[in-house]
């Protein structure tokens, strides 16, 4: 009668970093992490926007004029500061692919 080892394969060998300090996941890799975290987070950020937006119910709070603008100016205030990254990212895409 044949006796059964247990033997496991060997270990995939983890990645090697790269000594320059960049990240070593190739850009398909980026753009599908890019692509999950965003699938994830947009929606969780809409969600708590719309949380936000339940405190404008007059029936359950109480809340001035000014209140509800320094509401709405810190979420403005926060969108437009993505946009900013998104834009200078992109931006210094393009300046590093023409050099």
Known sequence: MATETNTKPPAAPKPQKPSNGQHALPKEDKAYKFKRLANARIPAAIKRIR???NLSN???YTYTPEQAAT????LRDEVDALERRFNATT?????????
Do not use: D, E, P
Not at 71 to 74: H, P, Q, Y
Not at 91 to 99: L, R
């Open 71 to 74: 509401i709405v100016k810190m």
């Open 51 to 53: 949380h936000v937006a």
């Open 91 to 99: 931006t210094a895409n393009v300046i590093a692919s023409i050099f």
């Open 58 to 60: 007059r029936l359950q």
